[in-house]
């Protein structure tokens, strides 16, 4: 049942045991890869504009000439956001190319990044994120970029060459595993901002579905659990992609070690890997509620029945983690993310997101017969509701706050997830979630995928309407200010906001953020 | 018999009309490329030595380590002259790589090419012949880099990576058409200065071998008539690819065009393609020797009478630019080459050079019974060496000299040239080659192709030992100062000597200096 795969460390091999069943189960579920030709000749100039969210605008200039010589450069713009394979077509034009061409080319998902020197990038990961690359051509020929890109915009510098030099048919086969097809249109009659919005929504998250849901096709092309869940979500009112669900399900089933909770995310390439330091609690939890989802939209108890087991372990372990005073003792290597917030105190919003993942966990194991299982996490989650509450939601001021820790700290993130997790219900919980968000004093979200919780938390407590301003106002103007898909970072008042220190390393097309289809289509339509 | 090929020139196509029979005849003698494994882990420094030529040499510095951070730099030494593809490993150390690695690498045939920063290039060619290429590398694998390189050392700079990246098994894929299985070796007690040199001339051919004769693996790259002669030529007495012979003397006659001389040279991709402005008179004439020198070495009777009426066509055309008093009226366009010495005037070798191959054409005409052709020939060749000689030849400083132009040039080309033309035999010319040989006012070859003439015209004159003595001095020289395969120019006194204003881009791998083996082996053993 398992196979053993070695890699070398440290000039050593090390050995990852991974479970056969499940990673052959992920391997025939690879779903295929539509492909799409886009065409730019479309040349524009990005200029400063004081009124634009990043400071620049793109400004089409025209059809793109097509003979350059060294020095030349141009930016073309492709119209819409792209992942997928360059090609262009490079011939002489006066005479023939007697020696090699090299051209520098460079891609951005934003103007705003096309404004930069990728030289001066001065974040914290690593500057090979950033799409930029050389290339010599020997011969005039279509010339196909052997790299899979991520972009809107593409600079192209001739850095090189013998002559006058024919550049022309600047196409990208577009590559996704999202079948537009299946997509069904919003209803006549519906807001035009919701329209706006899910389309949106749907482009994010077609992109980042490939042979697994990544994380962002630019960066950091991984399959993580907490982005699979919101992914796979949205995907059952999107396309449908079932089998890419059970793909990723499996994928994580795959990774199980005895004791720990799954890696927070994988590779695909060269083969199924994960490494270590990934392990993240609350998206281990959300792997289970990933699940459950699937077992409800599809119906697929054969899947269900075999990844149950892994599923249980995981909740048993988390359960086994939870103190008698309702807090969480962390495994060790083990931490939580919950968000990009600066400083965020993990404790409270993680013990929700155990909650939130062990009701749904219940739910499945008693529709699966399983109820030994039910029974036990159903106690567990009354007693551990209350030993939370009682330790604590301060009362008079109205939250949940850990009073114990050095500085105890007041965050939208621990409300949301201690409601979704159902510690406190009805008017007190709406009282304590809208007065948090209207605190100038609390910490907010700033990803997304935070925001997609908070909107859950709304629509859990019967606040429709305030659910709907909220995607409104936060998806709504990100559209305003310019996303052709849904970014992984964004703070509507803070345009240099970067999880690594510069923007232009941010993913402009994340998977997390593309959740308000999910929410449109099953809440407002 | 023709097919039209259409390319595109300033937006219009233009027509090029290549004759069909021949192009098909060369396509089927394509010759199979052989491929040898050549890897390294031979780790060097380059040193300034001011006793080497060009002032640096390489140092050992043991085996590579294997692990590299941004920011490190190794050359590898590969031990010999390459030409091919690389492929290395590229695989995570402590922990996954979790963001591409990119990597510069620098190839050069020379420490001295090693030495410099390739942005320091000040010569008059393109730049991007300088073999300098990044590569993003997405995923741990064996990476392999698309294009054909040439070289025998490698710089592998570690630009970005996210963590420490194990860099092994850097491997060359060594390509050529030349089958060393067919190589004889030398006898026994051969002087082992000459073996010496036959070996380095072998492997100055055998890396300019590929599906046609190259001029140079670095650069240039194409098929030149003046540089297949001498290949063809030497090949018959070392690797005997008779088929790749019979290719390159099609290519070129597909591209005959009426009136004109054959281009100096083509490109076989993206298909077989010539360009204007190329047309080297004195190269068209030995395109006529080289159907000569094949049918002598091979005895293919059927190609050659295949072959015939366009050299026929080209002698007819250079008889016809030959006036009454022995000068030649350059064809509009079309140029001589005869050396890269500076300012060289061209006409008288020129002429040598026509008269060479019109007594070669001659015998050729008879051995295939076209006797009008041989006693035309002969007729006009007997008239225009005494027309020349008449016109031409100081008897008072014995030499030939143009003393109509402007500033009579004195150089050893002329001499050489109208000696191989017959013009003067004997001890008269033997005295007239020594009498400029030994001038310090005379004009010298710089190239080893100019030289191969004048070592035969000293055979033509009987002076094997003047001859064996040029060729230790010359080609032996080159190989004590570090040649592992003959270079394209070379003067002993002169390590600044190039053509195009900078050494580094001179290709050290160059056929036109691989004729000491068709000496060597057909003279001196």
Redesign the interface.
Known sequence: MIRILR?????SPIVIIMNKHYLEKADINTPKLFETEIVSNQTVEIVPDESAFFGVRSVPVGTNR?VFVGGDRFILDFGCHCVGYLSFRL??????L?????LKLRFGETPYEMSRDYASYHGG?????LQE??V?V????IVKM???YCFRYLEVTV????RPV?LTDFTVTCISSADWNKLEPLPAGTDPELIAIDRVAAKTLADCMQTAYEDGPK????LWTGDLRLQALTDYYLFRNDRLARRCLYLFAACEEDGKFLPGCL?Q??SV?F???MGITDYAMLWTAALCDYFTHTGDEETTRDLFPVAKCQMDLACSRICEDGSFAFLGGWFSFIDWAKNIQQMLPCLGVILYAMEKMAALAASLGETECAAAWNEKLCKTRNNIYASFFDAERNCFIDTRSEKPQYSVQAQAWLILGGVITGETAQSVLKQCLASPDALKPVTPYMHHYVVEAMIKLDMKEEALAYIKSYWGSMIQNGADTFWEAYDPKNPELSPYGDVIINSFCHAWSCSPSYFIRKYFI
Chains 1, 2 share one sequence.
């Not at 020997?138 to 020929?141: K, N, S, V």
């Not at 850095?159 to 013998?162: G, N």
């Not at 960066?219 to 991984?222: A, K, V």
């Open positions: 890699l070398y460390k440290c000039g097509e011939r002489h034009d006066t005479a023939y007697d020696a090699p061409v090299q990961l690593c500057a090979s994120w690359d050389t010599s020997d011969f005039p020929e052997p790299r899979r850095l090189k060459t013998p024919r960066r950091d092309r991984r590779y390439k060269p890997f490494d270590e330091g």
